[in-house]
């Protein structure tokens, strides 16, 4: 039981939590013409 | 100009640059913005959309018509105009691969003048593949 507690707690330890790269638009440039 | 864009669905900050002629929309993170709305915008505020750019991230699938296509959300793809880059990208259709890129949605075609007929769909041309992950 210990070791599987043992077991457990590494392997929650080892997990390094990494931001999801979400997916957007993330930009949007234009040109135009007429401005004044 | 600015308010009227800032006022589309899904965009948090819009900067005009008068001297260049360039807009730079900031949209926000909930997947609501509308290219084909924004042109539609700028045409209503008085001036010509010459040429759109976007910078993305998204898995690569298939639309409909089988073509590989930009997933940004759920509801929404841009279908790449074929090139050498998307030749490149055609592997990763279907996997969890997110790529960034950025691309050109939108050119004015050569010698039109003002016109507010834009494509119903636009299709992203790949300019620069920034990101594979």
Redesign the interface.
Known sequence: MNTKRLALLVLLGSIVVVPV???????????????? | MKQHLGRQSGVQTVDVSLLDGKVQVTPKGDGEIDPVQLLKATYDSGVTAAEMDMTARGKMVKDAAGSLALEVAPNRVFTFAPNEASKGLESLAGTPTMVTLRGQLYKKPEGKKKSKDFPAVLTLLILEIEKKE
């Open positions: 790269a979400k997916a957007q638009v993330q930009h949007i440039e234009m040109r135009v013409e007429g401005m004044t």
